[in-house]
């Protein structure tokens, strides 16, 4: 069965480096999708894809995150610099265009800023 | 834009005994409905969802939910569970016209032997 991949699964980070996220989305999926999840609650959408486009990326903290889906297949999200705060689990999920409502989660990301 | 309330943050339940988790939502227009489970470090599994026809629906796992337009509620069902179904909960909301789809804080389901 096709699944959503991520890498990597932890990632244990310093305040104020880098950290980048890799998601490769089922094969012919156009749509994808960037969440973050705080523990305790549920997934809020940073960033959506329409192949290479940016549909909606009105919740992306712009100032230090930045999303790419170059060739409108695999996708990565970056933080620069990260802060305590951005520690939570990212979440990719890809849905197809003939059911763009459906949408298949990874296992995610689990980001932890020190 | 839509909203989700999960009404329990916390279900604790014995072993095959029925369980209800309840989910209430706002919106102006006509909705698509989900729940999915989350196991602990991993995303999320689609349990169920709800777009048009029948206001049953059934899902994996023997859980089913009831989408009530009048209440606006999607409440999620099982008549028996198991050990195996402690999990986190999330029920969902959608706009067919943009795909917008709202999550829930969660319900926590403990079953306990």
């Known amino acids: 069965e096709a699944e959503v991949a991520q890498s990597p699964r932890y990632k244990i980070t310093e305040k104020s480096q880098a950290v980048a996220f890799w998601c490769d989305p089922i094969s012919g999926h156009a749509t994808l999708y960037w969440y973050r999840q705080i523990l305790g609650q549920g997934p809020e959408l940073l960033v959506q894809f329409q192949d290479e486009s940016v549909v909606d990326d009105s919740q992306l903290p712009k100032d230090r995150f930045s999303a790419e889906r170059l060739k409108g297949v695999d996708s990565t999200l970056k933080i620069q610099p990260a802060e305590l705060g951005d520690s939570a689990m990212y979440l990719c999920?890809?849905?197809?265009?003939?059911?763009?409502?459906?949408?298949?989660f990874g296992p995610g990301t689990r980001l932890t800023v020190t | 834009a839509q909203s989700v309330t999960q009404l329990d943050s916390q279900v604790p339940v014995f072993e095959e005994a029925p369980v209800e988790l309840r989910c209430n939502y706002s919106s102006s227009v006509s909705v698509y409905l989900f729940w999915y489970v989350q196991y602990p470090n991993q995303g999320l599994q689609l349990l169920l969802k709800?777009?048009?026809?029948?206001?049953l629906v059934k899902g994996i796992n023997g859980f089913e939910a009831e989408f009530n337009k009048s209440q606006t509620s999607f409440h999620l069902r099982k008549p028996s569970v198991h050990i195996s179904d402690t999990a986190e909960y999330f029920c969902a909301v959608s706009q067919p016209v943009n795909n917008d789809m709202r999550f829930g804080a969660g319900t926590r389901l403990t079953v306990k032997p």
């Open positions: 999920a890809s849905s197809s265009t003939s059911a763009v409502y459906e949408q298949y």
């Open positions: 709800y777009l048009s026809g029948s206001t």
